[in-house]
């Protein structure tokens, strides 16, 4: 058995030069998404991604909701804006005139018609309204101190609501002035986070402000290990490691030659780089060892199964803090709606649904599921009854129903189960409501589920649209562009094992520092 004894040697060096292609994509990745607001702009063409990621059946999110107007059906999602017909038979055409280039910029989160048929509509980033009749999207000043990514747009008779991650906001429809909705704090406010947003943020360095960004930036090249942010120092220590593996063969081979063949001066040579490669990888991992560690586990702890205690666990965040706030409603906001039922605004949010009573939200009495990911459908039947969808699935919500919560597809009861993946396989991306269930019309992760009443068209140009630089980096950060090559359960385990490999590599390179 000693014979094949595994060594901390054979594990570093074996199970660490297949990672070193892995970590420098991983880390490459995680320094741009830690850099948003500087790509949101630049694409990168389609052909550099695999053929799962081409929009078929309006899936991917290119369907998120629609509006109808007089002058037919506009569609919203990731792909932009589109006008098909009234009954959505026609390939709809691309109404993306005036908006701002890029395909970050471009992903559609809300759109409205006001009773002058002039369109409303917000990105992540930018508002913009169009009369019906133009062609040209204009851009909307937005509010003075506006914090975090646009959310959701609304009307209600002739007011605007425009909602943030962390603020509201009110104007006239006549009126370019827009005042900001202070939301007080909600009984039992604690002021706690998910905990996947705390160790989301201590991963890309943005829990500590720009400071901390900079330090992950720096500390990662090496190594975003896992899942998330390989840095610079991890880059360092694969390619130094590679550079020492490669230095280490060579010599071996000219040892074995003789020295007519190799002269002594090159033998001298290589033993020198040999050397240098090895005195720098060894510095850098002494100097940097916790610190990549650091990055590395919280990375790891962001994808399955080790999110799952994060999305069902909640903690306060440090004061002086990016995440720590005096509005208890930072980084928690998500959809608005009117209840033409009661009267009353009801709130999404990251910690639940509220309903705004006068001043002060009130929780909800019914709480659906919202996947981690964000509310993707959020529609009031004219019976009261709402719908509401997400990664979680699509649920509907009757608050005076002996039922008051049931699974849209079964109609049964829903029974909240601890510490489940929050993903479903009737993963909701969009919908827009029909006049009766059997035309109500719902995009999943896999496209759109058709009815015969709306035998709506993707059209091909879809497909030649360009792709955000940013959600490129993701795809790659979370090792979902591997998809093709090992399935959706490797997907969802790749992070797991990567990061299990990466872990072995760095405990055993400790190992030999001590040793040595």
Known sequence: ???????????????????????????????????RDLLRQIDVPRWLLPKNYAYTNWNNGAFRG?????????????????????????????????LASGGDERRMMALVSDSTETLWAISQFRLYQRPIHSS?????????????????????GDSLLLLSRSQLFVRSLRAPHWREITLPAPDGYTGKLLLFQLVWALHSGEYFGLTGRLI??????????????????????????????????????????????????????????????????????????????????????LRPPLMLPLVFTKARPLPGTSLYSENPWFDRLRAIRYDQKTGHWLLSTSQGFFTILGDKPKRWEVQPPVSPMGINAF??????????????????????DSLPLRNYFTGERYEELKHVRPVTPNAVTGMMLGASRDEDLIAYEQGIGLSPHYPIPQPEEMNELPYSLWQYALEWHTGRIYRPLIGSW??????????LAVTLVLWSGKRRLKRK
Request: hydrophobic share 45%.
């Open 379 to 400: 529609v009031q039947r004219a019976d009261g009854s709402w719908l509401i969808g997400s990664f979680s699935g699509l649920y509907e919500v009757t608050p005076q």
């Open 136 to 156: 040209h999207w204009q851009e909307v000043a937005l509010p003075e101190g506006i914090h975090g990514r646009l959310t959701d747009l609304q009307l209600h």
């Open 66 to 98: 629609a509006v109808k107007t007089s002058q037919g059906v506009y569609l919203y999602g990731t792909a932009g804006l589109w006008r098909t017909d009234s009954t959505l038979t026609q390939s709809p055409s691309p109404e993306l005139a005036g």
């Open 490 to 499: 490797g997907v969802e385990l790749f992070i797991f094992f990567f990061g």
């Open 1 to 35: 058995m000693g014979r094949y004894k595994i060594t901390a040697k054979k594990l570093h060096k074996y199970l660490g030069i297949p990672l070193c292609v892995l970590l420098l994509f991983a880390s490459l990745s995680g320094i741009l998404l830690n850099h």
């Open 216 to 301: 992950v930036d720096l500390v990662g090249l090496v190594g975003r290990l896992i899942v998330d942010g390989i840095g610079i120092i991890l880059l360092l220590l694969s390619l130094t490691g590679l550079s020492y593996t490669l230095f280490h063969t060579r010599l071996k081979r000219l040892k074995g030659k003789s020295k007519e063949t190799v002269s002594p001066e090159e033998r001298r040579q290589l033993a020198q780089g040999l050397a240098k490669q090895d005195r720098w990888h060894r510095l850098l991992g002494r100097w940097t060892f916790w610190a990549v560690c650091f990055v590395s586990t919280t990375g790891w702890m």
